[in-house]
């Protein structure tokens, strides 16, 4: 009977046991269950958030890149505007600085052209006063040099002079033939009135001058050689042809 009653008591208190753990573990379980379900959602309240965060930033970041897209866009456009601008400034330079060259060399070449011109025209002229000097006889040949030289004179002593300033005394006469005495008394006196006294005349004789002479004194240049005639009266007919 002891036994029994031992038994019963050991099932009793097994049974309060086993309910109060059975309770302790229920408790503990809902516990966990509610911060479980308190955690899931806190993350899934995060989780929307995070979501917004990234939809946002995303939003944000397609709005910045296009942007950026767009001022890139610009840029390139300016870029684009100004290197065609600086291109039109480079060809309309380098067309200027062509048509420069093109109109210095043109320039050049008729430089050249008159040049060359003046060139030939002398040696025909001095041609022609060599030819001149073998067709007339040494007499006839000093009787037309005498008559250049008079009409020479005959131009200084009806000269205007007004204005021209002749600081050196000196006068040099190119000649072929050397001045016989009264001409160049007569030029002397002349020279004297026009330009002041105290005048020295310095004579060079050059054989290959066809006749006349050449008058220098300073900057005041007359020529009265024959080929000067000729390239006087050629140069007439020129403008009269014009």
């Given at each position: 009977?002891?036994?029994?009653?031992?038994?019963?008591?050991?099932?009793?208190?097994?049974?309060?046991?086993?309910?109060?753990?059975?309770?302790?573990?229920?408790?503990?379980?809902?516990?966990?269950?509610?911060?479980?379900?308190?955690?899931?959602?806190?993350?899934?309240?995060?989780?929307?958030?995070?979501?917004?965060?990234?939809?946002?930033?995303?939003?944000?970041?397609q709005k910045r890149l296009a942007e950026v897209?767009?001022?890139?866009?610009?840029?390139?456009?300016?870029?684009?505007?100004?290197?065609?601008?600086?291109?039109?400034?480079?060809?309309?330079?380098?067309?200027?600085?062509?048509?420069?060259?093109?109109?210095?060399?043109?320039?050049?070449?008729?430089?050249?052209?008159?040049?060359?011109?003046?060139?030939?025209?002398?040696?025909?002229?001095?041609?022609?006063?060599?030819?001149?000097?073998?067709?007339?006889?040494?007499?006839?040949?000093?009787?037309?040099?005498?008559?250049?030289?008079?009409?020479?004179?005959?131009e200084v002593e009806t000269m205007d002079v007004?204005?021209?300033?002749?600081?050196?005394?000196?006068?040099?006469?190119?000649?072929?033939?050397?001045?016989?005495?009264?001409?160049?008394?007569?030029?002397?006196?002349?020279?004297?009135?026009?330009?002041?006294?105290?005048?020295?005349?310095?004579?060079?004789?050059?054989?290959?001058?066809?006749?006349?002479?050449?008058?220098?004194?300073?900057?005041?240049?007359?020529?009265?050689?024959?080929?000067?005639?000729?390239?006087?009266?050629?140069?007439?007919?020129?403008?009269?042809?014009?």
């Amino acid at each position: 009977m002891l036994i029994i009653e031992l038994i019963a008591i050991q099932m009793l208190v097994f049974l309060v046991i086993f309910f109060t753990m059975r309770h302790l573990m229920y408790k503990n379980t809902m516990s966990a269950v509610n911060h479980l379900k308190v955690a899931d959602e806190e993350n899934e309240k995060k989780l929307k958030e995070l979501r917004k965060n990234i939809s946002e930033a995303e939003e944000t970041y397609q709005k910045r890149l296009a942007e950026v897209s767009e001022e890139v866009q610009k840029q390139r456009e300016a870029a684009n505007q100004m290197m065609d601008t600086e291109k039109e400034k480079i060809l309309s330079k380098a067309k200027l600085e062509a048509n420069a060259l093109i109109e210095t060399a043109k320039g050049r070449v008729q430089r050249m052209a008159r040049e060359e011109e003046e060139v030939v025209r002398n040696r025909a002229l001095s041609l022609a006063g060599k030819a001149i000097c073998r067709l007339l006889s040494e007499e006839t040949h000093t009787v037309f040099h005498e008559q250049i030289v008079e009409e020479l004179l005959k131009e200084v002593e009806t000269m205007d002079v007004t204005g021209i300033n002749v600081l050196e005394k000196n006068v040099k006469v190119i000649s072929r033939y050397p001045l016989l005495p009264h001409q160049k008394i007569r030029l002397n006196e002349t020279l004297e009135k026009k330009l002041g006294p105290d005048i020295e005349i310095q004579e060079t004789i050059r054989e290959e001058m066809a006749g006349g002479l050449i008058l220098t004194a300073g900057s005041l240049v007359i020529d009265g050689s024959l080929e000067g005639r000729l390239k006087n009266l050629i140069q007439k007919m020129e403008a009269t042809s014009e």
